[in-house]
């Protein structure tokens, strides 16, 4: 009260001086002459502060011939050709496509070729190695919603783990996501997997930011074991729906175009139901996946992705009515309750359903073998009597997750005019005995297992044992 009357003594001397200083004259305005009202004017912020400053690493134009394509749409080329010049993909075909001259050109006679892999859920830079307490910056676990924390602002670039994924997993582009301690955990980040000295040089031009939601166990444990809501399941979606109520009045306010105080976390909120910014919500079992897709639609935002959802398969027809994908696991399950009702024919039956299907990690180790990890989903399938082509299980690793993080239209396959993230393999890569040979990023080319300069080191394993090692 007090403050309001300060403000309105303020406010009344300013028009006086105003006044004063228009007339010449300290006289006093006519009676009834008021001043103009001042219109309120929103507040206006800059949407990305932070912008990338990615730059693709000097590259050639290059040819790969006499090897087997997956293309990362479902199609297999036996004996094919794949050429990328100016870091895109220029052309992808059989024997006879035609090749221009003086370029690098390498024989992949019994090798294959496909996209870049592209984990959707990684930890990576917030959960670095080494594995100390000071570098675990994934989780703001203060409160139930973090909504206005971004996970690059706790990324390290220097984390060993970036180079491992590349030369061990040929692994491309990558979400590095907030944990799941809380309901919202905050907004995600998709880089692409390049040696930087900034996270935004790493930051994948153009593509959308997400929002890390989450279930059941974590939120529950994490805040009921502090004595405070949300304590149930119940109390999750409580507190979710409130604050969903609260981001609809405030996405409101600022479409009709009034004044507002920055507030982060609503101005997240906001870009998820404007469509901006894409949900990847942590959820195991399938009656919360349904729940969540009927929260959803009472808010008016879309769900881009389940994670870890081990219980997919029990709603896999409604997830593919939704549109709706599932980022899981081969066979990770039992470590709590609601990852005990798993199946390893989860993933093949996504798939089947008509769903979008990827395969993730969640994990510093296995981001290195997610070609293996969808090897054994694969294998699940077939011995259920599901027919799956290897060329088929590779969308599972590339174009679906490219697609649930906003940037299907630019990589996740080998299709002209696309980046030319491009992982040669030295063997089927579905075996447990194959590994990357070469991986190019933007067609340049970043890894090459002959060539020891070709092996990213960062700057904080210099001196260190181990530096740069490799498989």
Not at 365 to 382: C, D, T, Y
Request: aromatic share 8%.
């Amino acid at each position: 009260m007090i403050r309001r009357m300060k403000g309105g003594l303020l406010a009344a001397a300013s028009l006086m001086f105003a006044g004063c200083a228009a007339t010449g004259t300290t006289a006093a305005k006519p009676a009834g002459d008021k001043p103009a009202a001042t219109a309120e004017k929103p507040a206006k912020f800059n949407k990305d502060p932070y912008p990338s400053t990615y730059k693709p690493y000097p590259g050639q134009a290059t040819a790969v011939r006499n090897v087997t394509i997956f293309d990362g749409e479902g199609k297999r080329i036996d004996n094919g050709t794949v050429f990328f010049s100016g870091g895109k993909v220029t052309a992808v075909g059989g024997p006879d496509t035609p090749i221009p001259a003086d370029i690098a050109v390498f024989d992949g006679t019994g090798k294959y070729l496909t996209p870049g892999i592209i984990d959707i859920h990684s930890h990576l830079g917030d959960y670095p190695s080494p594995g100390v307490e000071a570098h675990s910056d994934g989780n703001e676990a203060t409160s139930p919603t973090t909504p206005e924390v971004w996970s690059e602002h706790s990324v390290w670039p220097q984390d060993p783990g970036f180079t491992r994924a590349l030369a061990n997993g040929g692994v491309t582009a990558l979400q590095v996501l907030p944990g799941s301690a809380n309901l919202m955990g905050g907004r995600s980040i998709t880089l692409k997997n390049v040696p930087s000295r900034t996270v935004q040089g790493m930051k994948f031009p153009g593509a959308p930011y997400g929002l890390k939601m989450a279930c059941g166990e974590n939120p529950k444990r994490v805040y009921g074991g502090k004595g405070r809501t949300p304590s149930t399941r119940m109390g999750n979606f409580a507190v979710n729906r409130q604050t969903w109520a609260k981001a609809a009045a405030f996405k409101k306010k600022m479409d009709d175009g009034k004044a507002t105080d920055r507030d982060l976390a609503m101005e997240t909120l906001a870009g998820v139901l404007s469509g901006e910014i894409l949900i990847h919500n942590h959820c195991y079992r399938a009656d919360e996946m349904a729940l969540v897709i009927d929260m959803s639609k009472e808010f008016g935002y879309k769900v881009s992705t389940f994670h870890h959802a081990v219980e997919s398969y029990k709603i896999a027809d409604i997830l593919a009515k939704e549109g709706i994908c599932s980022a899981m696991w081969a066979d990770w399950w039992g470590f709590k309750m609601e990852s005990y009702d798993a199946v390893p024919e989860n993933v093949p039956l996504v798939y089947k359903a008509g769903a979008c299907t990827i395969v993730h990690s969640d994990d510093a180790n296995q981001i290195q073998r997610l070609n293996q990890e969808a090897a054994k989903a694969l294998v699940a399938g077939r011995r259920m009597g599901m027919s799956i082509s290897d060329a088929e299980a590779w969308t599972w690793l590339s174009l679906n997750p490219a697609k649930a993080l906003g940037i299907g239209d630019v990589t996740g396959s080998l299709k002209p005019g696309k980046m030319a993230d491009i992982v040669l393999w030295n063997g089927n890569p579905f075996s447990a005995y194959t590994r990357p040979e070469k991986v190019w990023i933007d067609g340049a080319l970043m890894f090459d297992a002959a060539d020891p300069r070709r092996r990213p080191v960062t700057d904080f394993e210099l001196g260190q044992p181990g530096e740069g090692d490799v498989k």
